[in-house]
């Protein structure tokens, strides 16, 4: 099932949970805007080339739009969609004012030279400046962008309309962007599953982990979760997946990643773990998986062997629908990526603030916010699961549709 049909799925059932009126709930399926753009540029070598951009502006009932840009050569509208929705929805979650939105230009960011992507980051800024904006609609870097993505395209926004920080977040330091914000998603991970485990009465110092995917969340959450005394048995990145039972050494791996090779940024040859089957790794024994790579990993092939207490949903859409009704007959808990996720625009929430406001916080205050926000994010969903009788996914996704749909009808909706 792809990630839109998942999604669609996934609200519908809560639109039945919470009785939602169908007008309504059709209304609120609908993007709000749909935007697409012919990009052209010239290449170095000075021919032409042309690329696909586009927005997908879902909703703006509870604040200005909110969601990345990717640069991939499979930019896929219905994914994007899915994402612009998903957006809406865990903005919800995390009760930040926001919608949802998600945009992509249809490249190989890999092709292309430095000033070619920056000709390719202004002309796509050209094209839609006049329908995102600090009160309207703020991109977020995504695959294949990054802080220096985001600072093209606030220098371009601004020659338009003056110095406007806050269009854009996850930009340089220099820039006004925030501190912690690069560490957000993986530390809210972490601080989601601390609130999880509280409801258990276990700690993270007392549990065995795997990680799929050793990218910016991969890392960060593996650190994090090493500093609080967790046992990281098994990880995983594109170069391959290793193992030590003992526990691997993740300041020892950070630093081999950056080091060795000339620092190729893999895993791949590290000492002090052995290596193996990244097919194996889902159904690795453990007590806590944690999905930070692709989505659909955890499929109906695999989800009977999957041996994990505890899966935490750091990926978008890691857990196929087949996959969920397998592993909640096993019993498994599946903290939803609707949530566990969410660190990362709540961050951008916060640089978002400080741009408005013009004052600037320290990575204390940043990280204090963050763990209050999914700290009392969790909360709010366990009441939802409590009122609905309902597992953790459809408990945030009931607390997120609820949110989106008041918003709606006190705004003055007509149905």
Not at 119 to 141: C, E, M, N, S
Not at 402 to 415: C, H, M, Q, S
Request: proline letters at 4%; one cysteine or more; glycine letters at 10%.
């Amino acid at each position: 099932m792809n990630a839109l049909a998942a999604t669609n799925r996934n609200f519908q059932r809560a639109a039945r949970i919470l009785g939602l009126d169908s007008k309504l709930e059709r209304s609120l399926l609908i993007p709000f805007r749909e935007i697409k753009v012919e990009c052209t540029i010239p290449k170095d070598d000075g021919t032409l080339v042309s690329y696909v951009g586009f927005r997908i502006q879902h909703d703006n009932a509870r604040g200005p739009m909110k969601g990345g840009i990717r640069y991939h050569p499979e930019v896929d509208p219905d994914e994007v969609n899915a994402l612009a929705q998903l957006m809406t929805w865990k903005t919800a979650v995390a009760d930040i004012p926001y919608g949802g939105a998600k945009g992509g230009i249809g490249c190989n960011p890999r092709d292309l030279s430095l000033s070619e992507l920056e000709r390719l980051t202004r002309v796509f800024t050209q094209k839609i400046h006049d329908l995102v904006g600090v009160q309207r609609d703020v991109p977020a870097p995504d695959m294949g962008t990054n802080a220096q993505t985001m600072a093209w395209i606030l220098d371009e926004y601004s020659k338009f309309h003056g110095h406007s920080p806050a269009v854009v977040t996850g930009k340089p330091i220099d820039l006004g962007g925030s501190l912690g914000r690069e560490a957000a998603t993986g530390l809210g991970v972490v601080f989601a599953t601390e609130a999880l485990f509280a409801e258990y009465g276990k700690s993270i110092s007392d549990q065995t982990f795997v990680i799929q995917g050793f990218g910016n969340v991969g890392t960060w959450a593996a650190k994090s979760i090493f500093e609080r005394g967790g046992k990281v048995i098994a990880v995983s990145d594109i170069s391959g997946a290793i193992k030590n039972s003992n526990g691997i050494d993740i300041p020892g791996l950070l630093k081999y990643k950056d080091d060795v090779n000339g620092g190729n940024g893999t895993l791949k040859g590290f000492p002090d773990a052995e290596v193996m089957d990244p097919n194996e790794l889902l159904v690795h024994e453990c007590d806590v998986l944690i999905p930070c790579a692709l989505g659909g990993v955890l499929n109906r092939e695999n989800a009977a062997d999957v041996k994990a207490k505890f899966i935490i949903e750091a990926a978008n859409h890691p857990t196929d629908p087949e996959a969920d009704e397998i592993l909640s007959k096993k019993g498994v808990i599946i903290l939803p990526d609707i949530y566990a996720n969410a660190g990362g625009v709540t961050v951008s929430y916060f640089e978002w603030v400080q741009n408005i406001q013009g004052f600037m916080w320290d990575e204390e205050k940043v990280n204090h916010e963050l763990k209050k926000y999914m700290t009392r994010a969790f909360g709010d969903i366990k009441a939802m699961c409590k009122i609905h009788n309902c597992d953790l996914r459809m408990g945030a996704f009931t607390l997120g549709v609820n949110r989106v749909a008041r918003a709606t009808l006190l705004r003055g909706w007509e149905a």
